[in-house]
């Protein structure tokens, strides 16, 4: 079945600790996000790319980065810089088209961060 | 910055009754405009979108929305509520900057129908 899948499910951070969520998808899509969603603020847009060996900062990049070495993959680090990282994460990917409409998401089950 | 706003957090219904979740986005130019729906235990997923043309759009379950282009506003509608469509709501825009596009969600409704 295609779609996206993020692991892992519930993740544990150590105070100082990096650690980075898995997003993997095999829908051929070139666009993926990553969203932070909290109660009562939505889903907030960390990082995304386009392609391959690309990605932008998002609203609240601040703490997190990326990397797009593949096309179907693209993990999330959060970072020590990330005093807040208490979240639930999601991963999400659209077929890209460059500058025209805006496509449908497919999300991923989500990632819940939690600090220790 | 675009934003956008969702007025109601939280609605509470009774089945059969009519819903309305108002969606507000502040941006000037052309828009693409989403609603979102997170089943409890679910996946984010597509309810409707609006890219051009007829400004009254038709989802999925029974749902519309009306894109009202002098009110900035994209509302969410259905005319008799079921258990089943309670979940949490999401209104989106995309927005284009810098040569690439990016969905701004609002913060959500949670919407709770009582049998």
């Known amino acids: 079945d295609g779609g996206i899948t993020q692991s892992p499910k519930y993740l544990f951070r150590k105070e100082g600790q990096n650690v980075t969520l898995s997003c993997e998808q095999n829908?051929?899509?070139?666009?993926m996000y990553w969203y932070r969603q909290d109660p009562g603020q939505g889903l907030r847009l960390i990082y995304y790319s386009q392609i391959v060996n690309d990605f932008q900062k998002g609203d609240i990049a601040e703490g997190y980065s990326v990397s797009r070495e593949k096309k179907e993959s693209f993990p999330l680090t959060v970072t020590s810089a990330q005093k807040n990282p208490t979240a639930f994460y999601l991963c999400a990917s659209s077929m890209s088209l460059g500058g025209s409409s805006g496509e449908k998401l497919f999300f991923g089950s989500g990632t819940q961060l939690s600090v220790l | 910055a675009q934003s956008v706003s969702q007025h109601n957090h939280h609605v509470i219904l009774s089945e059969a009754a009519s819903l309305e979740l108002g969606c507000n986005y502040s941006?000037?130019?052309?828009?693409?405009l989403f609603w979102y729906v997170q089943y409890p235990g679910q996946h984010l997923q597509l309810l409707l979108k609006y890219f051009s043309g007829d400004p009254l759009v038709k989802g999925i379950k029974g749902f519309e929305a009306e894109f009202i282009k002098s009110k900035f506003s994209f509302n969410l509608r259905k005319p008799s509520v079921q258990w089943s469509d309670t979940a949490e709501y999401f209104c989106?825009?995309?927005?284009?900057?810098?040569?690439?596009?990016?969905?701004?969600f609002g913060a959500g409704t949670r919407l709770a129908v009582h049998p």
């Open positions: 941006y000037g130019g052309t828009v693409n």
């Open positions: 989106a825009v995309t927005s284009f900057s810098g040569g690439y596009n990016k969905l701004i």
């Open positions: 829908l051929n899509h070139d666009a």
